[in-house]
């Protein structure tokens, strides 16, 4: 009865290997195409290689979300998604693929990159098709084999990579506000670096700064457009910006609430950041990557009687 018992037990572990097949011509193309994309770094190049029924899922099931949420007055998941910069109406006019761009701006994924593929079999699970195969390597990049592992969904006659389950566990931990690692302890090696770290300190904000931010913010606030450029902006910027231009900007500004909201945002960003000073501590840069705004960095610079002035 032992002996039946564990035939019977060995059976039923391998019989979800004994439903693996071979992969089809157009499985092992959409799977390597995606590791391809990955590989690249390339968001854009990775979302063309996604099945489109998954990308329009995952947008329409996340805009439910931050919409209930807006309702609430509320911004916490967009802010943790797409950062505070980005406003609703921003993420409700991207496309599907546009949408996963400016996701991956806070996802991970990698692979590397693959001189060939031997794909070992492809296994049924529901809807998606799990293709387990080697990737191999160039020799100048060692040349050892890794196991890869693509889910696949049909559109078509074609397969296309579903959102990996790595990536929905990522986006999972995001609107939940979980960290993902916590870091080691330092050890005696690292204490250099620590020393680095700590001389590279943010250094105390400029006298005036904090006045010329707010007193911005406050301007746009009341829709006082013409005011912000005339009063807000650096001298040098408004020789350099011809009269036309100019005028664009203010027009831009008053006519268009979502571009005066995002003016707004980045003035309430940057007060909550430390700048680098640049120029002998006449200008100050802010790192603004990374917040859901359209520039990476933000600028002011102070003039000859020490006041400071937004510069772009």
């Known amino acids: 009865m032992a002996a039946r018992a564990l035939f019977c037990m060995l059976m039923m572990s391998i019989a979800p290997l004994a439903m693996a097949s071979g992969p089809s011509g157009a499985q092992q193309k959409g799977a390597e195409a995606f590791l391809t994309a990955v590989a690249s770094g390339n968001p854009q190049a990775v979302a063309q290689e996604l099945n489109p029924d998954e990308l329009a899922n995952l947008r329409s099931r996340l805009l439910t979300l931050l919409r209930a949420e807006d309702i609430r007055s509320d911004n ?39 001189q060939k593929f031997e794909w070992l079999g492809a296994v049924p699970d529901g809807k998606v098709v799990l293709l387990v195969g080697k990737g191999i390597p160039s020799k100048d990049h060692g040349g050892v084999p890794v196991v890869v592992t693509v889910a696949l969904m049909q559109y078509g006659a074609q ?76 001298p040098n910027f408004n020789h350099a910006t011809s009269h036309s231009a100019k005028k664009t900007l203010i027009n831009a500004c008053s006519n268009n609430e979502n571009t005066r909201e995002t003016m707004i945002t980045t003035l309430r960003i940057v007060q909550e950041l430390s700048p680098k000073y640049e120029m002998g501590g006449a200008r100050a840069v802010y790192d603004v990557s990374g917040q859901g705004l359209p520039y990476e960095r933000f600028v002011l610079e102070r003039d000859k009687d020490m006041r400071w002035y937004i510069a772009e």
């Open 76 to 114: 916490t998941y967009r802010s943790r998604l797409f950062g505070p910069g980005r406003s609703l109406a921003d993420v409700n006019s991207m496309t599907a693929e546009h949408f996963w761009v400016a996701l991956s701006e806070r996802l991970r994924l990698r692979a590397r990159e693959y």
């Open 159 to 234: 397969w296309r990579a579903a959102i990996p389950s790595e990536i929905e566990a990522q986006l999972d931990d995001l609107l939940e506000g979980r960290v993902a690692g916590t870091p080691a302890p330092a050890s005696a090696g690292a204490a250099a670096p620590a020393a680095a770290a700590a001389a590279s300190a943010p250094q105390p904000l400029a006298p005036g700064i904090s006045e010329l931010l707010a007193r911005a913010e406050a301007a746009l606030a009341d829709g006082k457009c013409q005011d912000y450029y005339d009063q807000f902006m650096s």
